[in-house]
């Protein structure tokens, strides 16, 4: 499942930020996730994808949340200087999109890379495609 994950993760990285800053989330059904392995199965095969890009990784998995099992990798390495710009030029595109739609302006929201819909859809695919 590793394997499958990593074209994934690569495509959820910053351009021009050499993996720094990235993140992936998937929200699944709490039966789908145990049909999966189960939240640490799913949790482990994230990290060790996360990894092939030397990633320093915070994980979260928790099954049965509010809508569900929610597992989430995200990098946590200190982002070297020469890439903290698009780093955080990336975080004030989320922070303005998340605003956007709590004060629902009527101006265009930033463009964001990938929604937790789109990952989770992509992740399914990704596992249907070879056995955990």
């Given at each position: 499942m590793a394997i499958a994950l990593v074209p994934l993760l690569c495509?959820?990285?910053?351009?021009?930020?050499?993996?720094?800053?990235g993140s992936?989330?998937?929200?699944l059904d709490d039966e789908?996730?145990?049909e999966l392995g189960?939240?640490?199965?799913i949790r482990a095969a994230?990290?060790?994808?996360?990894?092939?890009?030397?990633?320093?990784v915070t994980k979260i998995g928790r099954a049965g949340i509010r809508y569900g099992t929610?597992?989430?990798v995200q990098d946590v390495r200190?982002?070297?200087?020469?890439?903290q710009a698009v780093v955080n030029h990336a975080m004030n595109d989320r922070m303005r999109a998340a605003l956007h739609k709590v004060w629902s302006e009527q101006a265009p929201a930033p463009e964001q890379r990938g929604s937790?819909?789109?990952?989770?859809?992509?992740f399914r695919a990704a596992s249907a495609t070879c056995s955990l």
């Open positions: 495509r959820n990285c910053l351009k021009g930020a050499d993996g720094y800053g992936y989330q998937v929200n789908e996730a145990l189960g939240v640490e199965l994230m990290r060790k994808a996360a990894r092939q890009f030397g990633w320093k929610m597992v989430v200190d982002v070297p200087k020469e890439h937790v819909a789109l990952m989770t859809q992509e």
